[in-house]
Each structure stands twice: as C-alpha cells, then as structure tokens.
Nanobody, 124 residues
Framework: QVRLVESGGGLVQAGDSLRLSCAAS????????MAWFRQAPGKDREFVAG????????AYADSVKGRFTISRDSAQTMLYLQMNSLKPEDTAVYYC?????????????????WGQGTQVTVSS
C-alpha cells in the first residue's frame, strides 16, 4: 500500500552533517506518523526520531536529541532527517517507517510501513 525509499546516506567524518530523505508513494494518506529507525551491526533496530504528519510534533531518542532534526514536506510526501554533529556511534542503516496511527511511538512493531534503509557511516 505504501512504498518508502530512503536516500542520502553515505560516508562522513565525525562532526559532519548529513541529511537523509524518505520518499513516500502509494496510499500515503494512510500514514499519520512517520519515524526514523536505525540498526547498527549486531544491534536491534532502534527508534531515532518520529513526527506526527499533520501536527508536526516530534519526538527524539535521547542519543540524538539536540543533534538530529526530523521534518516533513507534506506537499511532496517527503520525510527528512537532518543529522548534525555526527558521531561514530551514529553509524547504522537508517530506516524510514510509517504507521497508520497518528501517535509517534518508539516501538518497531507498531510501524506498518518500512523502507529498505540507507547506510550511514561516520568515521573518526
């Protein structure tokens, strides 16, 4: 029903910035909340940031608060993650996710739609 495609990942140095994008297509009207998750090798997929699509209210993991900013462009159905002051521990595959509920949650199983991920590697 919904397709999510991430882009913008790459290799950067610690302290650099990177902006991830997620293009949504299909029945995007069914998504009321979207989020970014990430998964590092050997670790579980974890919540990074989420946004209510209509109100624009946001939530962040403590590990990225103050450094990352989630935003959306409703006209283009695009989701963004501006990542500043990147750290090596930010290295992971970043996934775009959406859910039918308007409530932003941090639980992976609560999301209905997923992209394939984009690799972010931060070197020291």
């Amino acid at each position: 029903q919904v397709r999510l495609v991430e882009s913008g990942g790459g290799l950067v140095q610690a302290g650099d910035s990177l902006r991830l994008s997620c293009a949504a297509s299909g029945r995007t009207f069914s998504m009321y909340a979207m989020a970014w998750f990430r998964q590092a090798p050997g670790k579980d997929r974890e919540f990074v940031a989420g946004i209510n699509w209509t109100r624009g209210t946001t939530a962040y993991a403590d590990s990225v608060k103050g450094r990352f900013t989630i935003s959306r462009d409703s006209a283009q159905t695009m989701l963004y993650l501006q990542m500043n002051s990147l750290k090596p521990e930010d290295t992971a595959v970043y996934y775009c996710a959406g859910r039918r509920s308007s409530v932003v949650v941090s639980t992976r199983s609560e999301y209905d739609y997923w992209g394939q991920g984009t690799q972010v590697t931060v070197s020291s």
